[in-house]
């Protein structure tokens, strides 16, 4: 592909091999509240390693929630979930941070550092590494994502694209086995939605599982292996894309698509 041949890294088993080794992620019967508000109401989801999983749905039914059950930036009330088959409850969130990546809608970068810092500063930070390391593995992923000629930028002089592209790179540094994708392109201009998409796209080809909650339809029916809808907390379907986008059982999603699509 494109990126691999960009960054020199070939798939090592031969043409068609997944770069990336994913782990598995089978979430049962997770509850989640917020005080008295419950958020998460039971959700069951398998996703399976090296594959991509659109999560969608209106507004307030939980998709975030999910997202950061995942990472373990909240904690479930109830079920549990399993990486790989090894609950995530028991690891250390530090640890659990390293195999599961997280991309947000605002970038969050630190503003005061360069491009190239601010993928360092997870791979010095989180994982102990030697300095020189972290900025050959920062450069190596920021020219995956199209960026070697801005690594020295901060934030402020880059487009939401290219935040957006940079906050990538600093999640593939970790050299995670799920990446999170929260609303990514919900606040990029129209014009710069479409790289970051790409780019996604590009990392599903290669084998990376990912679970993104996204407004776009269209990267979901293209690139997604699964895609769930939910509704007040649970998932209402799950299922391939031609089944749930033109083959909805349930009026909720019916609904849903109608106002969307
Ligand atoms: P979605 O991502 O699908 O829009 P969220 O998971 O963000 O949904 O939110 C689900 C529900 O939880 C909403 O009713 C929201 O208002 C509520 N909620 C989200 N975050 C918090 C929070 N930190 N404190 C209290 N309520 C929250
Ligand atoms: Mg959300």
């Known amino acids: 592909t494109e990126l691999a041949a960009a960054s020199g890294t070939q798939p090592a088993n031969g043409a068609g091999a997944a770069r990336f080794t994913g782990g598995a992620v089978k979430v049962s019967d997770l509850s989640m509240s917020y005080g008295d508000l419950d958020v998460l109401k039971g959700v069951d989801l398998d996703i399976a390693k090296g594959t991509v999983t659109c999560i969608i749905g209106p507004s307030g039914s939980g998709k975030s929630t999910l997202l950061r059950c995942l990472n373990r930036l909240v904690e479930p009330k109830g079920g549990n979930i399993l990486l790989d088959g090894e609950s995530i409850l028991a690891m250390k ?27 360092m500063l997870s791979l010095t930070k989180i994982k ?17 994502v199209g960026l070697a000629g801005r690594k020295d930028h901060r934030p ?3 487009s939401g694209g290219q935040q957006q592209r940079v906050a990538i790179a600093r999640a593939l540094a970790m050299d995670p086995e799920v990446i999170l994708f929260d609303e990514v392109t919900s606040a990029l201009d129209p014009e710069l ?7 996604m796209a590009n990392l599903g080809r290669q084998g990376m599982t990912m679970a993104v909650v ?37 009026e909720r999603l019916k ?4 106002e969307v699509l």
Do not use: W, Y
């Not at 530090?94 to 969050?108: C, P, Y």
């Not at 390391?133 to 995956?144: F, H, V």
């Not at 939605?193 to 780019?199: E, I, N, T, Y």
């Open 93 to 119: 969130p530090e640890s659990l941070r390293r195999r599961v990546g997280m991309v947000f809608q605002h970038f969050n970068l630190f503003p005061d550092h360069t491009a190239l810092e601010n993928v």
């Open 128 to 144: 102990r590494m030697p300095k020189g390391e972290a900025r050959r593995i920062a450069e190596m992923r920021l020219t995956e």
């Open 214 to 250: 996204t407004h776009e339809m269209g990267f979901a029916r293209k690139v997604a292996d699964q895609v769930v809808f939910m509704d007040e907390g649970r998932i209402v379907e799950a299922g391939p894309p031609g089944q749930i986008f033109d083959n909805p059982r349930s």
């Open 193 to 199: 939605v479409k790289g970051v998409l790409d780019l």
């Open 255 to 258: 609904r849903f698509l109608a």
């Open 156 to 158: 402020a002089s880059l």
